[in-house]
């Protein structure tokens, strides 16, 4: 082994949040080397070409939930980070109607009211309970999550923390919160609303990314995910990372490198190296070796622990607890290089909410009903997407004239059914395309000219999702954002600090908490973390305080 073999920490995969953890280790003094397999860093947060001339995020696509605490501290402007916000949203149906979710209170509040005047009034009491939630939940992500069952300071402390946070809520609030996390998103929306065309736009934040219906407990804590990030200090906004998702990870490198970090790409894990109980380093897929008292991995917890970490080295009730951890399948996407502007008929003129995400249900049962067919092993006949065209914002994305289009597909199975089977290997090319032929023909009722438009499409199926850049299944979030996955669970009981039972193994990724989206705060905590345990913590800052 040469003498560069060896390091202080190494950090198993580049994705943003593995960047993350890397520039708080290696600025707190520790020397460390960041792994990739991949020819590219970035992982889900990353900008590809599509066709000369367009520029596209290949997975996560929009940016919201990145924490701007470690945006400021690892000031990733100066390194090229801009994120510029969009402007609402809309929903379009087979009968020409739209609804405008527009980012201006007062034309949305118009907007709802030509739906339903009910609807109007309702909005303040739906978004009152929002921010209450995000309010109450936003000063536990760049925290640790506090184990109830242990009895060191620093768990009390935080178990401290929660406790007097439920208790500042007062019993009735208290009890609203607990309600709003394991309820539905359907039975929240209900309560609130009476348009279908309402609901169904505001429901795609409590399923996208997930294994669940819009009926299913705890889909409304994953629409609270979705609104407690912020752009520019407005919580609950979302916008693009200029130059595409990329730009995230392409600064967090860049702040790696300016403090001596090293990142090696094209070569993954083979092994997690492990003796006597210790973590000792990794053995890389074209045979290098490298050595470190402290590996953090990037991947999702499964991966981790069952692919590459010895099973001789865990003890058996780990391993059942991370084969139980779920990380369920779900999406797809279409990336899309357009000749030109499509053409939204139903929309008016200028509308500004078509430079938000456009959707094209209709109702709360259309989305069930597409759940019901991914149960089943098949995409929906009426697939429920997430449709954006950031070049509308960021002309950096295709050429002059020329637009780019990202659909992100929810409800496609990992596991496709097929002649009688069920298999992630049944999605073959012409499977791949079906799925499109599906996606564009509902497309088709927001913009006719769709296909007309179309100068050049990648498809991206589950499978691929998992290959390529190395979701689990598809899965965004690295796990499920379900109530028994979350806080002190998350990935497993007893190890919600980004611990294994290996000495020195890490979890820095969306398995651990707070879990997923581009939001870094995982591999923030678990930096934290590491130093603190080897006696460093206090060559961090406390992103917290």
Aim: with cysteine; proline share 6%.
């Amino acid at each position: 082994m040469s003498e560069h073999g060896r390091y202080d920490a190494i950090v198993a995969g580049a994705g943003h949040n593995g960047l993350t953890a890397a520039c708080y280790l290696q600025k707190a003094g520790l020397r460390t080397l960041v792994v990739e397999k991949n020819d590219w860093i970035g992982g889900a947060a990353v900008s590809r070409s599509l066709t000369p001339g367009w520029t596209y995020s290949n997975c996560s696509y929009v940016c919201s939930l990145l924490r701007r605490e470690i945006v400021r501290d690892l000031d990733l402007p100066r390194f090229g980070l801009q994120v510029i916000p969009y402007e609402g949203g809309g929903s379009f149906t087979r009968d020409g109607r739209h609804f405008g979710y527009y980012a201006d209170p007062a034309q949305l509040r118009r907007e709802l009211r030509r739906h339903s005047p009910r609807d109007a009034d309702a909005y303040q009491r739906y978004s009152r309970t929002i921010l209450r939630q995000c309010r109450f939940i936003r000063p536990f992500l760049l925290r640790p999550a506090p184990d109830p069952l242990s009895a060191r300071p620093r768990d009390l402390g935080e178990l401290a923390f929660l406790l007097k946070r439920a208790h500042g809520l007062g019993s009735r609030e208290l009890g609203e919160t607990i309600r709003f996390w394991t309820a539905s998103i359907g039975d929240f929306l209900d309560e609130h609303f009476e348009s279908d065309l309402v609901k169904a736009h505001l429901a795609g934040s409590g399923i996208i990314g997930t294994g669940l219906g819009v009926y299913s407990p705890g889909t409304a804590y994953v629409l609270l995910h979705h609104y407690m990030g912020d752009v520019d200090g407005a919580i609950g906004a979302w916008g693009f990372a200029r130059g595409g998702m990329g730009a995230i990870s392409n600064a967090l490198a860049a702040a790696f490198e300016e403090a001596g970090g090293t990142i090696r790409t094209g070569a993954g894990v083979e092994e997690i190296l492990v003796d006597d109980g210790k973590v000792t380093g990794l053995a890389l897929s074209d045979g290098a070796e490298f050595r470190a008292p402290i590996v953090a991995s990037n991947m999702d917890v499964k991966r981790t622990i069952l692919r590459h970490t010895p099973r001789a080295a865990l003890p058996e009730d780990y391993l059942r607890a991370v084969e139980r951890f779920k990380i369920r399948g779900s999406s797809a996407k279409l990336n899309i290089a357009l000749d030109g502007m499509p053409e939204f008929p139903a929309a008016p003129p200028g509308a500004s909410f078509l430079r938000g995400d456009l959707h094209c249900s209709e109702s709360l049962r259309e989305l069930e009903r597409a759940y019901d067919d991914w149960k089943r092993g098949r995409w929906s006949d009426e697939p429920y997407f997430d449709m954006l065209i950031p070049s509308q914002i960021d002309p950096t994305m295709a050429p002059p004239g020329k637009h780019m289009m990202t659909v992100f597909i929810q409800y496609a199975p990992y596991e496709l059914e097929a002649e009688g089977l069920r298999a992630a290997g049944n999605w073959t090319p012409e499977r791949r395309q079906a799925m499109a032929e599906t996606v564009l023909d509902k497309i088709e009722v927001a913009c006719p000219d769709i296909r007309r438009r179309i100068h050049h499409m990648e498809i991206r199926s589950p499978k691929e999702l998992e290959d390529e850049v190395g979701l689990t299944e598809g899965n965004i979030f690295q796990g499920e954002l379900t109530f028994d996955q979350l806080l002190f669970n998350r990935p497993v009981p007893g190890y919600a600090r980004y611990d294994t039972p290996v000495k020195g193994l890490y979890i820095v990724g969306s398995s651990a908490h707070p879990g997923g989206g581009v939001m870094a705060a995982p591999g923030a905590n678990a930096a934290r973390e590491i130093l603190h345990r080897i006696g460093r913590a206090g060559n961090m800052p406390d992103l917290a305080a």
